[in-house]
């Protein structure tokens, strides 16, 4: 997300719609992009991760729901 605020109103949304998921909304990556990220798993194994995105998917969550290895994640926004 663009905006640190559109970013937190996502995470809302899932959080509201999907609590299982605990979205928490996370700075932008060392300039790999300038947009923040929700995010619905952390210190998952890759196959860990993709389960939860399929299990994600399956629940609702929006198509675009994708896991991704980072080294590691800028820290989390308040």
């Keep these: 997300f663009a905006t640190l605020d559109n970013a937190r109103a996502y995470a809302k949304q899932i ?30 194994t890759q196959e860990g991760a993709k389960e939860l995105v ?9 198509s675009q729901t994708y896991y991704r290895t980072f080294a590691a994640l800028p820290p989390k926004q308040q």
Excluded: E, M, Q
């Design 15 to 44: 959080n509201d719609k999907f609590p299982r998921f605990h979205a928490d909304v996370f700075a932008p990556y060392r300039g790999d992009t300038p947009n923040y990220s929700v995010v619905i798993g952390t210190n998952l």
């Design 54 to 62: 399929r299990g994600a998917l399956k629940a609702g969550l929006n």
